[in-house]
């Protein structure tokens, strides 16, 4: 119950194009899904993060789409460009796993010239 | 900003030797913060939770004896591989909690590489 599942596990876009990277969690106690970005030999950087309480939202070209009954949630990356190119992580916590983050397995993203 | 720093940001070491980690919050105090282990391609794996003051809560089939943990401070907690074996080489990453509540963000460290010889 505490899984995240993400998919795809690497996506391949031109840029300019919009990757999609989805999730889905199962416990219905997380209120709380940041999006993290990681490039080789570095540590994770958050992104943009949403709650429960809204279906979307937006951070410069990032945006994130919360469906709260499907117990889903997407990042969407406008325009994209080659220095997007990263491994992208979705998490959620709650206040039941004290705020405990529980990853998504990860999607590497590329974004050709 | 929120910045978090980990020392060193790689080690090498003989197998038997142990090796300490230092991860620092730099322009806030952060009450908890966490120690996750990464291998390549993979997820982050989480490993433990630190309090400031009290003892670390390890996670489900983490050797709290190899991994030892100690948060002295609000800024400060560091993670000790003892007696270090090539199994153990990994990228070792902290974060910390920004404020009190348990909803507040978590901020990563740039990491630490330890291969063990």
């Known amino acids: 119950q505490q899984q995240v599942k993400q998919s795809p596990q690497s996506l391949i876009v031109q840029k300019g194009g919009i990757p999609i990277i989805n999730c889905a969690y199962e416990n219905t106690a997380f209120d709380y899904f940041p999006w993290y970005q990681q490039f080789p030999g570095k540590g994770p950087a958050l992104l943009i993060a949403?709650?429960?309480?809204?279906s979307e939202k937006k951070e410069g070209r990032f945006t994130i789409s919360f469906n709260k009954s499907a117990k889903q949630f997407s990042l969407h990356i406008m325009d994209s460009q080659p220095g997007d190119s990263a491994t992208y992580f979705c998490a959620a916590s709650g206040e039941t796993s004290g705020s405990r983050l529980t990853f998504g397995e990860g999607t590497q993203l590329t974004v050709n010239p | 900003g929120a910045v978090v720093s980990q020392h060193p940001s790689r080690v090498i070491c003989k197998s038997g030797t142990s090796v300490k980690i230092e991860c620092r919050s730099l322009?806030?105090?952060?009450?908890?913060m966490f120690w996750y282990r990464q291998f390549p391609k993979q997820s982050l794996m989480l490993m433990a939770t630190?309090?400031?003051?009290?003892?670390?809560?390890?996670e489900q089939g983490v050797e709290k004896d190899k991994f030892l943990i100690n948060h002295a401070s609000l800024t400060l907690s560091t993670l000790t591989v003892t007696s270090a074996h090539p199994e153990d080489s990994s990228f070792y990453i902290c974060?910390?909690?920004?404020?009190?509540?348990?909803?507040?963000?978590?901020?990563f460290g740039p990491g630490t590489r330890l291969l063990v010889l």
């Open positions: 322009d806030f105090q952060a009450t908890t």
């Open positions: 949403i709650r429960p309480d809204v």
């Open positions: 974060s910390a909690r920004k404020g009190p509540a348990v909803g507040e963000t978590q901020y």
């Open positions: 630190s309090n400031e003051g009290s003892k670390a809560t390890y």
